[in-house]
């Protein structure tokens, strides 16, 4: 089913995803809502560069993670976390 009006998604992105997108947000809009798993996927279509995280990086909704098959909410706040590393 899709929408009258499309949705749109800001996305917050961290580390290595944020020098892909240039910024610290990513607007996606869509049709119909989607999965974190979705939204995993169109980013990284839209960043093929940095595809080589993209079994590694988590969606976290509302300050939690959360499962691939959720569906995204508008006002969610939506990040994606790659894998890091420090010391």
């Not at 800001?10 to 020098?19: G, K, S």
């Amino acid at each position: 089913m899709s929408l009258p009006h499309p949705i749109q998604y800001e996305i917050l992105v961290f580390a290595a995803l944020r020098d892909a997108v240039g910024h610290d947000t990513w607007q996606l809009n869509c049709d119909q809502p989607l999965s974190a798993a979705r939204l995993l996927a169109h980013f990284f279509e839209a960043f093929p560069a940095v595809a080589g995280l993209a079994d590694h990086t988590r969606v976290a909704v509302n300050q939690e993670f959360l499962h691939a098959d959720r569906l995204l909410a508008v006002g969610d706040e939506i990040a994606l976390i790659p894998p890091v590393s420090g010391g």
